[in-house]
């Protein structure tokens, strides 16, 4: 389902309907000039994408506790455990097939915990699907079809050509009510603080998007997919124009992960933090407005300090194209690509310069170490790791702290019962600053009777007493 948060021009279109696809420059556009153009239609090219947007059914089973567990009369029948009940859970989406052999993208909160996945084309043939890769952060999920046949492919094209103003058609499932084709505009570029994930860059669009069109396509007038329907604003649950899209550029590099066969979505590591500029900020440093990433935090010996950012330093642009938030710096340099290096412009008190940011994954710099704390002491049912900007990026936590971190916490567990959590940072205990997963352990060892436990959750510094 969609978040609730809760998630070219007519005169071009009647160019785009007598040409192939591809064949008209993105920036020949004019408004309609005239009665025949505002009757023109978008049906021929409904009929050469829809075939390529599929339907998404997921099945989960999840375990509900038995009504009759606790009473003594059912309980001297079936024992002191009663057995739980089974029960489905379904979530219907839409998705976008885009390789020919069956790789079907769509939003990981469609198929997050399923059990069991199949698609259904627009002919009405159905198809079981596996999981190749999913992220969380960003909110996407690539799987793949288990038939051996050619499928229909929507082209990718390129988000970072749209502007405010283009037309759109939005394509997908809404409210179960089969295959749906709406239109609209781009409403707004960049937008950012969408969802609970820690991406935030999305297409606006006004084109009619409801429950059911997650993981649907949004698509330009060339027949390309510029977008993945995501999430709406909405107080009712029904669209009021107000729809968001992930750009294509970072569903072409997510779809290229998972083609490679890899297991995760990793993003380059900077070795930095940044924060939105401020109008007191922007002035200070000698901006006309308050657009750019704010360098707060530089990791020594990272590749933001290799590269020479400053604490204090605003970046603006990426290659060239100008950066709106810390969101856009992140989006920008994911879709440059691993590997590769990129040329920030650089906002200083005396100018500005360019600095070239090599882009790499983020390092295991100190082995995980993972280990379960067992025993009589209130932290048993922990699962401990020691933290690296690896380790970091994969919990979506900040990649400059360090310590032992909570990666799990087991259900029923002394510690689950105390309200320990997974990314909660052990700090010191009994006094003693927690540097290892090896020293935390043999602090355990000493049952002193009675723990002082300084944890940070949240950026928050909290202490707790047990006995």
């Known amino acids: 389902m969609l978040t609730m948060l809760k998630r070219v021009s007519m005169g071009f279109l009647a160019l785009a309907l007598l040409c192939p696809l591809g064949a008209i420059a993105q920036d020949a556009k004019t408004v309609p000039q005239s009665r025949q153009e505002m009757q023109l239609s978008f049906a021929p090219l409904v009929k050469q994408t829809s075939g390529a947007v599929v339907n998404v059914y997921a099945e989960r089973v999840i375990q509900r506790p038995n009504l009759f567990a606790g009473d003594p009369f059912f309980e001297q029948f079936f024992g002191q455990r009663m057995p739980n009940r089974s029960e489905k859970q379904s979530s219907l989406g839409s998705g976008v097939i885009l390789s020919g052999d069956g790789l079907v993208v769509t939003n990981n909160h469609v198929v997050e915990g399923a059990d069991d996945i199949k698609i259904a084309l627009a002919d009405g043939r159905e198809f079981p699907c596996d999981v190749v890769l999913r992220d969380e952060s960003v909110d996407l999920a690539v799987l793949r079809v288990k038939a051996k046949e050619h499928f229909p492919v929507l082209p990718i094209g390129n988000s970072d050509a749209v502007e405010v103003g283009d037309l759109v058609l939005a394509i997908g499932n809404p409210f179960g009510v089969g295959q749906t084709v709406t239109s609209g505009i781009v409403s707004a570029l960049a937008r950012n603080q969408i969802t609970s994930g820690d991406f935030g860059f999305f297409i606006q669009t006004d084109a009619s998007i409801n429950p059911g ?163 009589r002491n209130p932290f048993a049912g922990l699962k401990l790791a020691n933290l690296s900007p690896k380790l970091a990026t994969e919990l979506q936590m900040p990649t400059d702290k360090t310590g032992v971190v909570v990666t799990d916490v087991t259900r029923g567990s002394p510690a689950a019962r105390l309200g320990f959590a997974p990314k909660d940072i052990l700090v010191s205990l009994n006094g003693d600053p927690v540097t290892s997963t090896k020293a935390m352990e043999a602090m355990l060892d000493d049952d002193p009777g009675f723990w002082r436990v300084e944890i940070e959750r949240n950026g928050q510094r909290i202490r707790q007493f047990f006995r």
């Open 213 to 375: 069109n997650s993981g649907g396509a949004l698509m330009n007038m060339n027949g390309e997919l510029i977008g993945i329907n995501t999430a709406i604003f909405s107080r009712g649950g029904g669209s009021n124009g107000i729809g968001f899209a992930i750009p294509a550029n970072l569903v072409k590099v997510f779809l290229a992960t998972a083609a490679q066969g890899k297991k995760s979505f990793e993003r380059p590591y900077v070795g930095a933090t940044f924060d939105a500029v401020t109008s007191d900020v922007a002035e200070a440093i000698g901006l006309k407005s308050a657009r750019g990433a704010l360098v707060t935090r530089v990791v020594e010996g990272g590749p933001a300090d290799k590269a020479g950012l400053k604490t204090g330093e605003i970046v603006t642009a990426v290659d060239g194209i100008p950066v709106e938030h810390p969101d856009a710096l992140g989006y920008r340099l994911t879709t440059a690509g691993l590997g590769k290096q990129a040329t920030l412009t650089v906002q200083t008190t005396d100018g500005q310069r360019q600095v070239v940011l090599a882009l790499n994954t983020a390092p295991e710099s100190t082995p995980r170490d993972e280990r379960l704390v067992e025993g």
